[in-house]
């Protein structure tokens, strides 16, 4: 018996949206004939469903034409139910307009009229939790977990370049109001080598701007060094990372590395971690500008004492 057709629209260039959501395409791959619009350097992560989910475009039309275009071909494939996990109000429009019969998203941007199974919109529901209430709607259940794994060689890889870095700091992010403040940053890091840790910069491309400030630092720079499926190897090399809220977090929760995630001005309830072994902290006034080493250092140490047990 053939499985129904499904349509799953999610950011396609996010990293931690794309990891988050692993347990629901899980779900709906044993269960639906499942289409997703993860970008293609993000799906790596779902080898375990490889052969599961046939992978589209983007499905972001901006345009009115657009929107009514792209409406006409998904309509042409015929799909029963979309899961509608980006918010945008353009993107519910183009399933409806697609005449795709069951329509599952969150209650954003005004858009509920446009939904046939409707999610409430909650800051404080944590990312797992909201993906398994799009999985409840349509009568099935995730388990809430994503892990990644890493290759023997992938590891053994990491492990020649860090060169026997165990804590992993990444000073760069999607934006400047997530990232932690560069002087709380390097007194971390004079704090880390003072112990006798050796600490091990980590970024992707883009990030160099924020990096350049820890350049003398005693660091080994593995900033652009790895292409994002080598991360795993890396991450699982670490006992700790010390990291703004972004796409290493989750990825660093998702290999079981201990990660301590600094949060500013985004919803911490939605997007941390507070499960051990990982730690998720507020600055103070959501402003990451105050976020001092002396705010810091107590949860810096914290970390220290469970990896040096």
């Known amino acids: 018996m053939s499985k129904p ?26 269960n639906y004939d499942l289409h997703s619009n993860v970008g293609e350097p993000y799906r790596f992560l779902f080898q375990e469903l490889e052969g599961q989910i046939i992978f589209t475009d983007p499905q972001a039309p901006k345009s009115l034409g657009e929107i009514l275009s792209k409406a006409k071909e998904l309509k042409s494939q015929e799909f029963q139910t979309a899961f509608i996990l980006r918010p945008s109000f353009r993107s519910a429009l183009l399933c409806k307009l697609a005449k795709i019969s069951e329509r599952v998203g969150e209650c954003t941007e ?13 800051p404080d529901l944590a990312e797992f939790e909201r993906m398994d209430k799009f999985a409840q709607l349509v009568g099935l259940s995730t388990d809430k977990t994503a892990t990644l794994p890493a290759s023997p060689e992938s590891i053994a890889k990491a492990q020649e370049a860090l060169q026997g870095a165990t804590i992993g700091i990444v000073p760069g992010g999607t934006w ?13 890091v004079h ?30 720079d593995l900033v652009a060094k790895f292409r994002l499926n080598e991360m795993a190897g890396v991450l699982k090399s670490l006992d700790l990372l010390i990291t703004p809220d972004g796409g290493l977090s989750h990825y660093s929760v998702a290999c079981g590395t201990p990660a301590l995630i600094a949060f500013g ?13 990982h730690k998720t902290i507020v600055a103070p006034g959501s402003n990451m500008e105050r976020l001092t080493w002396a705010e810091f250092q107590p949860h810096v140490d914290e970390m220290l004492a469970k990896i040096n047990r």
Request: glycine letters at 8%.
């Open 265 to 277: 001005p985004t919803p911490h309830k939605r997007w941390g971690y507070h499960i051990e072994p």
């Open 176 to 188: 400047p109001q997530k990232l932690i403040p560069t002087e709380t940053l390097r007194k971390t």
């Open 5 to 30: 057709k499904a349509l799953l629209i999610t950011h396609p260039a996010r990293l931690g949206d794309t990891i988050l959501s692993i347990p629901l395409h899980r779900t709906l791959a044993a």
């Open 191 to 220: 704090h880390l080598v003072a112990q006798g840790h050796k600490v091990a910069m980590l970024g992707g491309p883009g990030d160099e701007i924020y990096c350049s400030p820890f350049k003398k630092e005693p660091l080994v």
């Open 110 to 122: 005004g858009r509920g009229f446009l939904l046939t199974h409707k999610l409430p919109y909650s």
